[in-house]
């Protein structure tokens, strides 16, 4: 028999309750338990009240079903669920989101202000051009801003996230090396201290993806890359700062010995805030980067968006880039389009999006550039790598630290699980924070560090917040290195345990099935 009732409580004996510490309803003081819709809500309540259908002859042939077994709520009830579903969730404005290569920053809220100005917030894409003049001034700002900002010749801003971002990349690249009719090159170099997304993009772009080792202190082995260029090559992917938190101080030396081999340098610049107003990408000899306006630029993001990934592109592969763009003449902006490509960018290898990219990004990225300024922006760049270094020095005491001794990280900071007793991982420490109240860090990611512990606090952490995840982080990691039981088994003040997590990212159960119904085919 189901053990859910009606109402969908798990209702336990007081016996049971005072045994177990478990409460009546499985709420937990103002922690509330909450079944799933199909479990409390039933295909004949529903929060509308419609009259009787009139009496029509169905012209469906029989076909028509009566009901579709979906669950139904009054109008209170539906507010409740939801609201306590998402009292489950965690978000930056609950706290510290330490998830390293992911800068989840605080959002500045005037950059949602001018976001949902109507004027921006409903325009259509198909809107005349002559009718979205300001838009198009807005996203011609910005990409002046990025341009500067990057020290880089134009830029693409469609993109959609920054893995769409380095697939626009990649394609310009193919179609310079077609347009020189050295098609035949194939190969993208990526190091090992790459983003996963680089060497998938490159594979999905049709490349074949070569390794490319670090070296001990973490970053590109120069020697090894220099060794296998050649006339196969089509370039190289690399992350800077890379994910172990490095700069890849060898860029310039690399994209030199790239170019002269005839490739092109990609640089996965999604950590841009690491940088910004510090390293011009140009001056490296980069020729293509994308820049995650959801991470450096801010605008909420998590849970799969939404995203924005422009790129920035060298005069080499500028005539590659894709359509449409924003272009500025004696009558205003206009947009560049197939049909009015012209000769000037009659090698764009085509589009990446139906119109014109993500409006609602560009506004909150251009808000922040303006509202930070030169100095400001420079200053994100110091507070998020002074603040990456304030966790790694607090913490290599009780956690190995293993490029610690390859001088001051980046934005990120990494760990290993290097000296936990015996049983002792990752995620014991993961989880136990979880109970500390904290989104766990980014784990077992980059996988060239075993038991990768990546820490990403961000700029716009204050030395309170840190200073309580670091007591947290501390606690956490001294229970664990002193073979303390209860790590193993944490969280305990969760809605939920430990779960099997690669089971269920295996075999996912992602259809509801009512108990009984299952239980009668048995
Ligand atoms: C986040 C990230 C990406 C991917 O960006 P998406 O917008 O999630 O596609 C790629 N590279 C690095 C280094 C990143 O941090």
């Not at 170099?189 to 202190?217: C, K, M, Q, W, Y």
């Amino acid at each position: 028999m189901s053990t859910i009732n009606q109402s969908g409580w798990r209702p336990t004996t007081p016996e049971a309750g005072e045994a177990s510490g478990a409460t009546f309803t499985g709420n937990r003081a103002l922690m509330l338990e909450e079944p799933l819709i199909f479990e409390i809500g039933s295909s004949d309540t529903t929060g509308v009240d419609f009259g009787e259908m009139p009496e029509g002859k169905s012209r469906l042939g029989g076909l028509e079903r009566k009901s579709i077994g979906l669950p139904g709520l009054s109008e209170p009830e539906t507010v409740r669920h939801y609201t306590r579903l998402s009292r489950q969730n965690y978000a930056i404005d609950l706290g510290l989101f330490p998830l390293g290569s992911c800068t989840m920053k605080h959002n500045p809220r005037l950059n949602e202000r001018v976001a949902r100005l109507p004027g921006f917030a409903d325009l259509h894409p198909l809107t005349p051009v002559d009718s979205a003049q300001g838009a198009f001034e807005v996203i011609d700002q910005l990409a002046h801003w990025l341009i500067t900002l990057t020290g880089m010749h134009s830029v693409a801003m469609s993109p959609k996230a920054g893995a769409h971002g380095e697939l626009c990349g990649v394609l310009a690249i193919r179609a310079a090396l077609e347009a020189r009719g050295e098609g035949d090159r194939k190969i993208l170099l990526v190091p090992i201290s790459a983003h996963g997304t680089n060497p998938a993009t490159a594979a999905f772009a049709n490349f074949t993806v070569e390794d490319i080792p670090a070296t001990d202190d973490g970053r590109v082995d120069l020697e090894a890359l220099k060794a296998r260029l050649g006339p196969d090559i089509a370039g190289v992917m690399i992350t800077n700062p890379n994910t172990c938190g490095l700069f890849e101080r060898d860029m310039k030396a690399i994209s030199d010995a790239v170019h002269a081999a005839g490739g092109y340098v990609y640089c996965d610049g999604a950590n841009f805030n690491a940088i910004v107003g510090r390293v011009r990408p140009g001056d490296l000899g980069i020729d293509a980067m994308h820049i995650n306006l959801h991470k450096t630029f801010s605008t909420p993001h998590g849970g799969g968006g939404p995203g924005s990934g422009p790129v920035v592109l060298s005069e080499a592969l500028t005539p590659y880039a894709p359509l449409p763009f924003v272009e500025k003449d004696g009558a205003g902006y206009r947009l560049v389009e197939e049909e009015t490509a012209g000769e000037h960018h009659a090698g764009t290898f085509g589009r990446m999006v139906a119109f014109h990219g993500q409006m609602g990004m560009f506004t909150r990225a251009l808000t922040y550039i303006l509202s930070h300024g030169a100095d400001g922006l420079r200053q994100v760049a110091e507070d998020s790598v002074l603040n990456a270094n304030y966790i790694l020095r607090s913490m290599e005491d009780v956690l190995d630290a293993p490029f610690a001794k390859s001088g001051p990280c980046m934005h990120e900071a990494i760990f290993s699980d290097e000296g936990l007793p015996e049983g002792f991982s990752t995620i014991d420490i993961a989880k136990a924070l979880i109970d500390e109240g904290y989104h766990p860090m980014t784990m077992y990611f980059p996988l060239v560090v075993h038991g990768a512990m990546l820490v990403e606090p961000t700029e716009t952490e204050s030395k309170a917040a840190l200073d309580q995840f670091i007591g947290a982080f501390r606690s956490v990691a001294a229970r664990a290195r002193n073979g303390d039981p209860s790590v193993k088994t944490a969280p305990h003040f969760a809605p939920r345990r430990r779960l099997d997590e690669t089971l269920a990212a295996r075999k996912p159960v992602l259809a509801w099935k009512d108990p009984d119904v299952a239980q009668a085919a048995e």
